[in-house]
């Protein structure tokens, strides 16, 4: 049982490039979610997903795409990166709907954009 | 939109004095998770309280929600060196949202 697992764990961009993180969860939880982490700004809800086929916007979307085609897989696309989407993302997944359940996280991945 | 609001940013602290973070939420919430993260980790659950007014107790770490459920807080007694890292509290709102909201984090630091 691996839990969440997050890749790349590193990764330098230049400006305008695209690319995906993956997330992928074995618990068969139904919640995904995305979030970036930065200085002082704690963790800032990127896309979330309730289920296989429904995404949606958190508070920082603009820049990143999502996708649920399976339980266990939720990717973050960058369309064309900025050195401000430089940060470290971290997945993670819960089981609840309506009532929150623990959450569990990825190890994270570190990007870079120059 | 709902916004988490943590205090303070960042708390020194010797090893053995107690140790306080304080999370407000502009809106109601339905419940309030606890999260720690130990330098270069990631976040990992601590704890979830529901009800109004609820204060769980795990060893040395006290959690309360408030009345209003809009505010909690988490007590650490006796600090030590295991303790150092940025708390963060998260907040679920009600409406149907399922979205999980997170405060900024306190981190923490101990001078042993």
Same mark, same amino acid.
């Given at each position: 049982?691996? *839990?969440?697992?997050?890749?790349?764990?590193?990764?330098?961009?230049?400006?305008?490039?695209?690319?995906?993180?993956?997330?992928?969860?074995?618990?068969?939880?139904?919640?995904?979610?995305?979030?970036?982490?930065?200085?002082?700004?704690?963790?800032?809800?990127?896309?979330?997903?309730?289920?296989?086929?429904?995404?949606?916007?958190?508070?920082?979307?603009?820049?990143?795409?999502?996708?649920?085609?399976?339980?266990?897989?939720?990717?973050?696309?960058?369309?064309?990166?900025?050195?401000?989407?430089?940060?470290?993302?971290?997945?993670?997944?819960?089981? *609840?709907?309506?009532?929150?359940?623990?959450?569990?996280?990825?190890?994270?991945?570190?990007?870079?954009?120059? | =939109?709902?916004?988490?609001?943590?205090?303070?940013?960042?708390?020194?602290?010797?090893?053995?004095?107690?140790?306080?973070?304080?999370?407000?939420?502009?809106?109601?919430?339905?419940?309030?998770?606890?999260?720690?993260?130990?330098?270069? =980790?990631?976040?990992?659950?601590?704890?979830?309280?529901?009800?109004?007014?609820?204060?769980?107790?795990?060893?040395?770490?006290?959690?309360?929600?408030?009345?209003?459920?809009?505010?909690?807080?988490?007590?650490?007694?006796?600090?030590?060196?295991?303790?150092?890292?940025?708390?963060?509290?998260?907040?679920?709102?009600?409406? =149907?949202?399922?979205?999980?909201?997170?405060?900024? =984090?306190?981190?923490?630091?101990?001078?042993?």
């Amino acid at each position: 049982n691996a *839990g969440v697992t997050q890749t790349p764990k590193f990764q330098v961009l230049k400006t305008g490039q695209s690319m995906t993180l993956q997330c992928a969860q074995d618990m068969n939880h139904e919640y995904m979610s995305w979030y970036r982490q930065d200085p002082g700004m704690g963790l800032r809800l990127i896309h979330y997903s309730v289920g296989a086929g429904i995404t949606d916007q958190g508070e920082v979307p603009n820049g990143y795409n999502v996708s649920r085609s399976t339980t266990e897989d939720f990717p973050l696309r960058l369309l064309s990166a900025a050195p401000s989407q430089t940060s470290v993302y971290f997945c993670a997944s819960s089981r *609840g709907q309506g009532r929150f359940s623990e959450a569990f996280f990825g190890q994270g991945t570190r990007l870079t954009v120059v | =939109g709902q916004q988490v609001m943590q205090i303070p940013q960042y708390q020194h602290v010797q090893e053995g004095e107690d140790f306080t973070t304080y999370c407000n939420s502009s809106t109601t919430l339905s419940n309030i998770q606890w999260y720690k993260q130990r330098p270069g =980790g990631h976040p990992v659950f601590l704890i979830q309280l529901v009800k109004s007014g609820e204060v769980k107790k795990q060893k040395r770490l006290t959690f309360q929600f408030g009345e209003a459920k809009k505010n909690s807080s988490l007590h650490i007694t006796a600090t030590q060196t295991t303790d150092v890292g940025t708390y963060f509290c998260a907040g679920a709102g009600y409406q =149907g949202a399922q979205k999980l909201v997170f405060g900024q =984090g306190t981190r923490l630091t101990i001078n042993p």
